[in-house]
């Protein structure tokens, strides 16, 4: 390898683990040559080179499973493609369970792999043991089996992704640590190094267990932290074939496979070992962590009763590693949020390997445009909140990221660990009452209210138990009388400057020249017309706008807005979301609840829909809002942190008379998803436009101001989208929606639901899904077709719609008291008749 540092590049890489290396790769085969790598000691030397070597492809997102199987496909060629032996194997994988919950889980995987295309197959006992004879099966209930799943070498495939990015001409220089990563104005200048400087463009951190850091160095939250993982590799075992599939019990927290005639047995205890917390030794390399056997001890035994074969035989090594592991066990890829041309892709939390080459791909293709090819915002290290930097948290949550690997993944579940970070000042007052909390972005959140009293952080399950009939009375609640939702999550930031309407108009598709006191919901576009974000702007002054979005949003909203007010002349962005609470009261009765606690009129004539103004209620002063999320009439009251309390007293007491109830998250859910309201992140993201969205009527087409993202759009204005979000319901399906099922037409899969949930009004599962047809979805298409959507493997027949199955002419939230039974969408009424 070359060892002359140059004075400039294009790319830097830093890091020559496998995740560097493919993104060195991947950026020459996309034809850049000016790359460079730097590796602190040698390739591999810090997680990569003791990686058990899996290659699996079943992932919880669609393009979280496009990453591993475009792995999967490239270590089929990558050793003709490099000339470097890679050890890659494809033998299939096996997950058994033993338990009805966990099989469900597997079915359900099984129905959303193949919304992805991926084959996985549902098999019995009998067939896992014909597959792997040195299973014992006897409590085996099924198991699920991916013949496309393999096995590489860790050391070699790396090793190829070098070879093939040093003839691509990219330059890979050892022991060349760098020392610090240069930032001027606002944009990477480069790396120094004890070298030298070295000038560059685009940047990205690929250094593992180094990298959070590296990116902390330049007050950049990029939350991972080292953890301990153990494996044991057996003696050679006669006659194990080198085929032998991979197997996990997820329940028993292991996994084996084999590797050159004997077992590698590997580990995912629920209480895992967190390591490094003062920061990860530069030296450290190619080394190992003090041995344990007493903590996976219970788990080896485990291992043995579901393979016996290991009763008999020795152990040849027993092997303690690193490796890093995120908050919420999702990768951390993308670009720095306030550092222009800086990137990171670590925090792979053990799916490295099976990973690297989609993960390589994306993050090249990323850096050479600047934008994403698809939605990764599950894995966009924008998510990150600058509280997550904290090794306190970060320590105590790695604990319990390394079991959740292998943890059921059952419905609104959060971790345990780190939790009441980030309270509303009513959470006291919601614990009082039986609130479940939740966790998002950091903030406790109500998910539904038992009728015991005392706070909760449970989950859901896959059947229709005390979760369900909470939330379900909170959502007709919400339908027939009010509800109170406690939303301080929300992020508020504020622009301001006599270039504020100008500057917010080029963001937005939506119209903001409006009066003061008028409230918009628009879209934020990128170039090719994805939806960056939606959010609602409130205009509060003459040169004021008050923008509301969502809590997860508020990084990557706030980055967005500073990045375009860079050139934008007179206009301030401030994050103002630590000052306010937000209280919704939404439902028929709303209108007179809150004229019981304020003054103001809050009739139609005086408070029409959208608009924001400020009232006195109880004591306090508020920022009322009249909109919605859920389909009826209500306001949302902004209120200043201190008076949060007063108010929500005064709403309490006064709610008495109109049998106010609390409601959480998930009624929030099931109640907008009835109503036909996109959640961006689940329903929308920067791959969609407005129109494939079905939010045409956000787009101001006639206004002067030219909006980033009209240009892509314009084309599209007079064909019929090939892929339109549609919702869809499953007027006789007994088992529940959660998202992710395919979706099929005439026997033909053309969808799968991206958000779904149970429609207690409309008394059936229901979701929004984006489906696929060569000739355009339309009404008339979805007319024609005999739909079906699959749960746990058996399909059930379906309603599709352009349209919202609940008053589709938004009649409640104009404040019309038409009975619920009356705007209901006449074919999923002809359903239930019929049922």
């Not at 622009?495 to 963001?507: I, K, N, P, T, Y």
Request: charged share 20%; net charge negative; aromatic share 8%.
């Amino acid at each position: 390898m070359s060892s002359k540092l140059p004075s400039h590049a294009e790319y830097v890489i830093i890091g020559g683990g496998i995740i560097g290396l493919s993104v060195a790769y991947h950026l020459t085969r996309l034809g850049h040559r000016d790359v460079l790598l730097l590796e602190r000691d040698q390739l591999t030397c810090g997680t990569t080179w003791h990686a058990a070597g899996l290659v699996t492809q079943l992932r919880a997102s669609e393009n979280m499973a496009k990453l591993a199987q475009y792995t999967a496909r490239l270590f089929q060629d990558l050793e003709k493609l490099s000339g470097q032996h890679t050890g890659f194997r494809q033998c299939g994988s096996i997950t058994v369970a033993s338990t009805p919950a966990r099989l469900e889980e597997l079915k359900r995987a099984a129905s959303m792999g193949r919304s992805f295309g991926l084959d996985v197959e549902i098999i019995d006992a009998p067939e896992a043991k014909r597959r792997v004879p040195s299973l014992d099966v006897g409590d085996v209930l099924g198991a699920a089996w991916i013949a496309s799943d393999g096995k590489t070498n860790p050391v070699d495939t790396a090793r190829a992704f070098a070879a093939g990015a040093r003839q691509g001409g990219a330059t890979i220089l050892e022991r060349t640590p760098v020392t610090r990563i240069v930032v001027k104005n606002g944009r990477i200048s480069g790396v120094q190094t004890p070298e030298g400087m070295v000038t560059a463009e685009k940047v990205a951190i690929c250094a593992g267990m180094w990298t959070r850091t590296l990116a902390a160095d330049l007050d950049w939250t990029v939350p991972l932290h080292a953890a301990e993982h153990f494996y044991v590799v057996t003696e050679p075992i006669q006659g194990l074939p080198p085929d032998t599939p991979t197997v996990r019990d997820l329940d028993a927290c292991f996994y084996a496979k084999e590797d050159a005639g004997k077992l590698l047995v590997g580990f995912f205890e629920p209480i895992g070992k967190p390591w490094g917390m003062e920061g990860i030794p530069r030296q450290f390399s190619f080394d190992s962590l003090p041995d344990d056997f007493e903590h996976i001890e219970p788990h080896l035994t485990n291992a043995m009763r579901r393979m016996p074969v290991l009763t008999n035989v020795g152990l040849q090594l027993s092997f303690n590693g690193p490796e890093s592991f995120t908050p919420d066990n999702r990768f951390l890829i993308g670009p720095a949020p306030d550092i222009a041309g800086l990137y990171v892709a670590a925090g792979f939390n053990s799916c490295g390997i099976e990973s690297s080459g989609g993960a390589g791909k994306v993050m090249a293709e990323w850096m050479s445009t600047g934008i994403p090819a698809n939605d990764y915002w599950e894995m966009d290290v924008r998510r990150a909140m600058p509280f997550q930097r904290n090794r306190q948290y970060l320590r105590d949550r790695t604990g319990e990221a390394v079991g959740l690997l292998y943890a059921l993944h059952w419905p609104h579940k959060s971790p345990v660990t780190a939790r009441d970070v980030r309270l509303s000042p009513l959470h006291d007052r919601l614990a009082g009452v039986g609130a479940n909390f939740g966790e998002a972005a950091g903030w406790e959140r109500a998910q539904w209210f038992s009728s015991n009293e005392g706070s909760g952080k449970g989950h859901a399950s896959f059947a229709r138990e005390d979760w369900f009939h909470a939330s379900g009375t909170e959502h007709e609640a919400t339908r027939s009388r009010v509800a109170l939702f406690d939303q301080t999550s929300f992020a508020h930031l504020l622009v301001q400057g006599r270039d504020a309407l100008a500057f917010l108009q080029r963001l937005s598709t939506n119209d903001l020249g409006v009066p003061v006191g008028r409230i918009v919901y628009t879209p934020w576009l990128n170039e090719r017309g994805g939806m960056e974000s939606d959010v609602t702007i409130a205009r509060t002054g003459d040169e004021e706008y008050l923008v509301v979005t969502a809590a997860v949003q508020r990084i990557r909203d706030l980055a967005w807005l500073r990045m375009h007010a860079k050139n934008a002349g007179h206009v301030y962005i401030t994050d103002v979301s630590s000052g306010y609470a937000c209280l919704s009261v939404m439902g028929p009765h709303s209108r007179e609840l809150l004229m019981r606690v304020s003054p103001a009129d809050f009739s139609d004539a005086a408070f029409p829909f959208a608009t924001a103004r400020e009232v006195e209620i109880g004591y306090g002063m508020a920022l009322a809002c009249r909109m919605t999320f859920v389909g009826e009439l209500g306001w949302e009251l902004h209120i200043p942190v201190e008076q949060a309390l007063s108010i929500y007293d005064a709403l309490i007491a006064a709610g008495r008379d109109f049998d106010l109830r609390h409601a959480g998250y998930v009624a929030l859910n099931t109640l907008r998803l009835e109503a036909g309201y996109r959640d961006w992140g689940a329903d929308v993201s920067d791959e969609e436009s407005p129109l494939e969205a079905g939010l045409g009527f956000t787009i101001a087409w006639n206004k002067k101001d030219e909006f980033i993202g009209r240009r892509s759009l314009e084309p599209q204005r007079a064909q019929n989208p090939r892929r339109r979000l549609v919702q869809l319901a499953a007027p006789k399906a007994v088992p529940l929606l959660f998202g992710a099922e395919p979706v099929w037409r005439n026997g033909s899969l053309v969808g799968y639901l991206r958000s779904a949930g149970f429609g207690h009004t409309l008394g059936c599962g229901i979701g929004m899904g984006y489906l696929h047809s060569e000739s355009g979805v339309s009404a008339e298409w979805l007319a024609k077709g005999t739909f079906e959507i699959e749960i746990a493997g058996e399909r059930h027949a379906a309603i599709a719609s352009l349209r919202p199955f609940y008053d589709p002419n938004r009649t409640r939230v104009k404040g019309q008291r038409r009975n619920a039974e009356e705007i209901i969408a006449p074919e999923l009424l002809r359903a239930r008749i019929e049922d």
